[in-house]
């Protein structure tokens, strides 16, 4: 007996003289149309429309799904829950009051998948946005198709919505921050703009409205500094309780803001501050949301075993899945020279290695101080090389006009690079690598390279990524570490890096913790991204 449901007829019996025509539904006959009407739905980034829809109908048997009013219900449930992810609920649910029967079917569906899509993927396409370059040796992270999420959602929406939703902690958390944070905060008046306003400084004028910031955000008690503060203050209100001073309280209070918002918490009220303080109730809502966005984005594109390096907030951590198993500072490009944003893999490990200075280094700053200092070369330990690897005298080189020449520092104590570099495919020659600079590690903004990624505990990452070789192997790296030569050691199955980056994160007690964005990313997304999930 042969039953073929999606052509909707049915052979009873292959020797029987007749055969019984069943009737294609109607939904099974506006997906076999060669030009089906037309009900406006929406498109899908990851999935043809057409073919997400004729998964989720077969599943069902080509019946009406949201007939089943307890279904549109649950439906109408979890896409309220989008809110707390920073996604706007209305988009999906279309107005079908006006809509004929199997155009309202369709259009619930079809934003369904899109709801189930967004979730899982980002509100917006990331590479129109923050493009990210990939490697053409990755492997796209298995995940479930729009339409599957879809089928799974006629068992259990719930389950469905769970499963679209990031289960990275990073994301986890920081939707828990959002939803904690309230709909509307304190009114702050701006901070003006100024020296830098130091400890110490008693008569700067902007001490009361400092204090006032203060008390508002909950960091500084009323009554500890200005007594209590029962009405906002004005630009021209003195705090009359006690004289204004930039005491240990209030310096205290200010440098816990600064924690907050990823600055050095020296108490110096310098324009990295004055721009934190001025920050909106309304922008910092916004800039959480960007950046849920971001790790759907990031969490869209992760393997189960990857390294992840927030340019912004310079810091690594390296997951097998959700758990965390090696994390690190790290330094990242400076705004002029940004980290590039790209997805690739470990493949290999260079013990002392050389360093060749990249092009842009040699032009921008290796040339003037060249040009500046005769002594230049006889104090470093770098090299002047031809194409070919020849070494020239230094002294006989045009520096104004230098042509088919490498400046090469070989490996020691103040290579650049460290004891050791870990690489990975990429266009831009960047890396991640060991560093002497070890005291900028201190600093709470790490944005200091030029591009590339310095790693303040590289010698654990090495001992992760070596830990499966045996000990014969491990002795032979060692040796080849203290010999002080260069040894290229292959990676096998490397992790996953993605160099990415994030502005907004929320720790495990709930509490959110702020970056400075020095690439300027932010705004331009929080535009596109306010007028996306504006759009009815």
């Not at 619930?108 to 990331?126: F, K, V």
């Not at 500094?225 to 240990?248: E, F, K, N, W």
């Not at 907030?313 to 790209?342: F, H, I, K, Y």
């Not at 520096?399 to 490996?411: A, D, E, V, Y």
Request: glycine share 4%; charged share 20%.
């Amino acid at each position: 007996m042969l039953f073929v449901s999606c052509l909707g007829s049915l052979v009873l019996n292959a020797h029987a003289e007749y055969t019984v025509n069943v009737p294609l539904t109607p939904v099974q006959d506006w997906l076999q149309s060669d030009s089906p009407s037309d009900c406006g739905l929406p498109e899908l980034r990851t999935q043809k429309l057409h073919e997400a829809l004729a998964e989720l109908y077969q599943a069902q048997g080509y019946i009406f799904i949201w007939k089943n009013q307890g279904l549109l219900q649950d439906l109408l449930e979890q896409l309220a829950e989008l809110q707390s992810d920073g996604l706007n609920p209305a988009q999906y649910m279309p107005d079908i009051r006006e809509a004929e029967a199997l155009c309202a079917e369709l259009q619930i569906s079809a934003h369904y998948l899109l709801a189930l899509e967004h979730l899982s993927r980002g509100r917006l396409n990331q590479q129109e946005h923050e493009p990210v370059w990939e490697s053409s040796a990755m492997m796209t992270p298995i995940r479930e198709s729009v339409a599957q999420l879809g089928i799974l959602g006629l068992e259990s929406m719930r389950n469905a919505f769970e499963h679209a939703r990031p289960d990275l902690p990073l994301y986890l958390q920081l939707r828990d921050a959002f939803i904690a944070m309230p709909e509307a905060g304190p009114e702050l008046p701006p901070f003006p703009d100024g020296p830098l306003l130091k400890p110490g400084n008693d008569r700067d004028p902007r001490l009361r409205v400092l204090m006032q910031h203060m008390q508002l955000r909950g960091l500084l008690d009323p009554e500890a500094t200005a007594g209590p503060l029962d009405r906002p203050l004005l630009a021209d209100d003195p705090v009359q309780a006690q004289p204004l001073s930039y005491d240990q309280v209030l310096q205290e209070a200010v440098r816990q803001f600064q924690r907050q918002q990823g600055l050095q918490p020296d108490a110096v009220v310098g324009p990295q501050t004055l721009a934190a303080l001025n920050m909106t109730h309304a922008q910092r809502r916004q800039q959480v949301r960007i950046n849920l966005e971001r790790m759907r984005w990031m969490e869209a594109r992760r393997q189960y075993h990857s390294l992840l390096v927030n340019a912004a907030g310079s810091r690594a951590l390296l997951l097998e899945g959700n758990e965390v198993r090696w994390q690190s500072r790290v330094q990242s490009g400076s705004p002029d020279r940004a980290t590039p944003m790209l997805d690739s893999r470990i493949n290999r490990v260079t013990l002392n290695p050389s360093w060749t200075i990249p092009p842009t280094i040699l032009k921008e700053d290796k040339l003037p101080q060249i040009r500046s200092n005769p002594a230049y070369f006889s104090e470093r330990n770098m090299q002047v090389l031809d194409h070919q690897g020849n070494q020239l005298d230094p002294a006989q080189i045009d520096w104004h006009n230098p042509r088919g020449i490498l400046l090469r520092q070989p490996p020691g104590p103040d290579n650049p690079l460290g004891r050791m570099v870990f690489r990975f495919d990429n266009p831009f020659a960047v890396y991640l690598h060991d560093t002497p600079s070890q005291s900028l590690f201190a600093r709470a903004v790490r944005n200091v390279s030029s591009g590339c990624v310095r790693v303040e505990q590289a010698s654990e990452l090495a001992d992760y990524l070596f830990y499966t070789l045996d000990q014969q192997q491990r002795e032979r790296i060692e040796q080849r570490m203290t010999s002080g030569r260069t040894h290229e050691i292959a990676v096998r199955n490397g992790p996953q890096v993605l160099l990415t980056y994030w502005t907004a994160e929320a720790l495990e007690d709930g509490s959110l913790r702020f970056s400075p964005d020095p690439y300027s990313m932010d705004e331009p997304l929080a535009q596109a991204y306010h007028r996306a999930i504006a759009q009815q």
